[in-house]
């Protein structure tokens, strides 16, 4: 029998089986029949399925799109299935993506022979693990969470309410994607002094130019830093809209690199200090939820772009580092686990994502 002569029930179990959210539109494309079948059957059901399988956990991620200011984040959210909720999965969820391709590349970057792919379900647990981080970035990594409040009582058990939501391997899985993304921040956002001398040297390894490094760490950026371009200054906006493409400074991001050689470009000026200096930079980029640290690997080649865009973010970002870590220590002591054979745990990969 020709595939267009099957029964509707099993079209529409066909339907059902896709694989991605992209793979549901390009068969309803088909023709007219399996079009007709798509949006008179169950079109959102249909959807809500294959959203589940290319983005899923939905329901981490429903916690994560339907947060707001007016209830704690510890409160589980029930929300029926939309279009306009399948768009904001669509976006956060390819941001996931992007963090399972680039994961097997920072969790073994130094025992690079045990590098694999990620199976299915390792790859949803990481989803899973990012949408959780980036909700707990969300509620607590804002303007109303200052430095002079982060280690009073009561927002320490307000943090300490939404880690509770989540089992013991669940905050493994966490903290292994943690460590991944203050990978990336301190090796590729933030990079150290010593990590642009030695890139620099294996990219010229001939050049006998030494770099200049700016010893006064000029971080946080001075008040007169020009402003950069936000694209998260309102809630899911496209990193890639109009308004960005028409920004000067970016359009040559491409281009742009920390390495390049001109006259006008000093390559040691790319450092963010070294040891202490830049434990502290990083601690504080840690701040940034998983789509803004990705956003700024991909689109901020160079230093000065990162420093404005910390400086649009507003005071209460400067000298206030992550809490997510403090938070960690806080519920594990409650819950009587071991702190330290814990993160050793996390560390060594015995727990966490891809065990």
């Not at 008179?40 to 956990?57: C, N, R």
């Not at 025992?111 to 981080?133: G, H, K």
């Not at 206030?320 to 990969?349: H, K, P, Y």
């Amino acid at each position: 029998m020709l595939f267009e002569y099957l029964a509707t029930e099993l079209v529409t179990q066909i339907f059902l089986s896709c694989s991605s959210v992209t793979a549901v539109l390009a068969l309803s494309s088909t023709c007219h029949r399996f079009r007709n079948i798509y949006a008179s059957s169950q079109k959102l059901y249909i959807l809500e399925t294959a959203a589940e399988t290319q983005f899923g956990p939905l329901e981490d991620l429903t916690q994560l799109l339907t947060h707001n200011a007016s209830q704690p984040a510890h409160i589980i959210r029930a929300v029926p299935f939309s279009i306009a909720l399948l768009k904001q999965i669509v976006h956060a969820g390819r941001v996931a993506e992007k963090w399972c391709d680039i994961y097997p590349f920072k969790k073994w970057k130094y025992n690079f022979e045990l590098r694999r792919l990620l199976t299915s379900e390792e790859q949803y647990r990481l989803r899973r693990a990012v949408y959780r981080l980036w909700l707990y970035s969300r509620a607590f990594h804002n303007r109303e969470h200052t430095r002079e409040y982060r280690s009073t009582m009561l927002v320490i058990q307000k943090r300490a309410q939404l880690l509770h939501n989540w089992s013991t391997p669940g905050l493994a899985e966490i903290a292994d994607v943690h460590n991944v993304m203050r990978e990336v921040v301190r090796c590729n956002v933030c990079p150290s002094n010593g990590t642009i001398a030695r890139k620099f040297k294996k990219r010229y390894p001939d050049n006998d130019h030494h770099l200049l490094f700016n010893i006064h760490l000029n971080y946080p950026p001075p008040s007169h830093a020009p402003p950069a371009y936000n694209p998260f200054a309102s809630q899911y906006s496209n990193p890639l809209s109009s308004h960005f493409n028409s920004t000067s400074t970016y359009n040559s991001r491409h281009a742009a690199s920390k390495y390049n050689l001109r006259p006008s470009h000093e390559v040691g000026a790319e450092g963010w200090g070294d040891d202490i200096p830049h434990y502290y930079v990083v601690e504080d980029m840690l701040k940034l939820d998983p789509e803004q640290i990705m956003w700024l690997k991909e689109n901020a080649p160079l230093k000065g772009m990162v420093e404005g865009y910390v400086w649009e973010l507003g005071s209460w970002f400067e000298n206030n580092g992550e809490t997510w870590v403090q938070t960690l220590e806080w519920v594990l002591e409650e819950r009587c686990e071991d702190v330290s054979n814990f993160m050793i745990a996390v560390s060594d990969g015995e727990v966490g994502v891809a065990v």
